[in-house]
């Protein structure tokens, strides 16, 4: 089975689904992406596993919007339509059995295409939930629906993805299928196991960090609702314990200025780093802590999940109901500042109890690892061709 990846953008977490897509299709597996937004690094992992079947191409147009907009600065907020000249026509060179495409927009036109004009079967990877999607507006979601006349099947991330496709673009189920987005958690289980104790008290103490640590990873905008924790963490003002942001964005300087200017204690801002290293942080870590308020599918908590911490997830990330359990968590509402604190609190409460709810972590991700996610998409792909 020759199976064409149409995936405009990508990162690290995704190389090892098509890695592994790849060994299912007996090196068939082709990936068309847009060079000026993918990482270098990304960019010559995807050629070492596919050499020339990583398909890089350049010159996108874009109507509305600013071009290299990061998605999680905002969401649905007015129209962007990328339009990539020779997509379709490099897309029939590769020869595909079936098309993979991610999400309604982006370069999905091309994949619609030609299904409706060539008959190539196609499945959609989508992430959104009734939360997310809660601002696209009637022209959106007349799009999507029409759209989705053409799309054969479509994997979604989890439960509550589903529940938006069936309960607001009236989907029916058996155009659904579950899994799509993973991270690569066998890797960092692997490099966390390998972190040595001498190690990780070595890298503490590089970082100035004395006490239990709470970790957040991700980008620093408004989104992720960072201001939030912040603000919950002078609050609270836990003992012994340090809060640790990794990562990067506009509201760096803003949020650092407000630690100092508050005498906030023991709040530390890591800047952004290599991907490669990430495991060290997550090593470092006690308590994983994510107060999002909006993420179709956070893929830093199956990270955390991997490297066996608890987790502490908002209730606007759309991953909870499948990652996230009594056992290994704990569930709040951000913009609830009572509940919030009181969910750190009752955190800090069970200390005695991290590490066997990390271990719970474990196991559970252990079910979301790219090589399942990576059989799933497989088995749907034959689905469809013998159906066809």
Same mark, same amino acid.
């Given at each position: ?8 953008? %990508? ?130 979601? %007349?799009?999507?629906?029409?759209? &989705?006349? %053409? ?31 993973? &991270? ?40 992720? #609702? ?55 942080? %997550? #090593? ?33 990330? #759309? ?40 271990? &719970? ?7 979301? &690892? ?19």
């Amino acid at each position: 089975m020759k199976i064409t990846w149409v995936t405009r953008s %990508f990162l690290d977490y995704r190389i090892t689904v098509y890695e592994a897509i790849n060994l299912l299709t007996n090196n068939k597996l082709t990936v068309i992406y847009f060079k000026d937004v993918v990482p270098e690094r990304c960019q010559n992992k995807l050629e070492t596993i596919l050499g020339k079947r990583a398909i890089g191409l350049t010159g996108e147009m874009r109507f509305g919007g600013e071009k290299n907009q990061p998605l999680s600065n905002l969401k649905n907020n007015g129209i962007r339509i990328p339009i990539q000249p020779g997509l379709i026509r490099t897309i029939k060179s590769t020869k595909p059995d079936i098309i993979l495409a991610d999400g309604f927009f982006q370069w999905t036109y091309a994949a619609l295409w030609l299904k409706i004009f060539n008959g190539i079967p196609n499945i959609m990877l989508y992430e959104g939930t009734e939360h997310t999607e809660r601002n696209a507006g009637k022209i959106r979601l %007349f799009y999507r629906k029409l759209a &989705s006349i %053409f799309i054969d099947i479509i994997h979604c991330n989890g439960s509550l993805c589903i529940d938006f496709l069936k309960n607001v673009l009236k989907i029916k189920s058996k155009k659904l299928a579950l899994g799509n987005m993973t &991270s690569d958690t066998e890797s960092l289980k692997g490099n966390c196991e390998a972190f040595s104790q001498e190690d990780r008290l070595a890298f503490k103490k590089e970082l100035n960090l004395q006490g239990d640590v709470f970790l957040f990873v991700g980008r620093l905008v408004p989104l992720k #609702g960072i201001r939030y924790l912040i603000e919950v963490w002078e609050e609270t003002k836990p003992q012994n314990s340090n809060l640790l942001l990794v990562g990067d964005g506009p509201l760096k300087i803003e949020l650092s200025e407000y630690v100092i200017a508050n005498k906030i204690e023991n709040v530390y801002f890591s800047g952004a780093i290599n991907y490669d290293f990430i495991y060290k942080y %997550f #090593g470092i870590a006690d308590c994983f802590i994510i107060p999002t308020l909006q993420d179709n599918w956070s893929l830093v908590v199956p990270e955390a999940m991997s490297c066996g911490l608890p987790i502490l997830s908002s209730k606007y990330n #759309g991953c909870w109901p499948e990652l996230v359990k009594p056992e290994n968590g704990w569930i709040f509402d951000p913009l609830d500042s009572k509940n919030f604190i009181e969910t750190l609190e009752v955190a800090i409460k069970n200390k005695d109890n991290w590490k066997q709810m990390g271990e &719970s972590s474990a196991k559970i991700v252990a079910d979301f &690892s790219p090589e399942k996610i990576a059989a799933q998409i497989f088995k749907t792909c034959e689905k469809v061709i013998t159906d066809k």
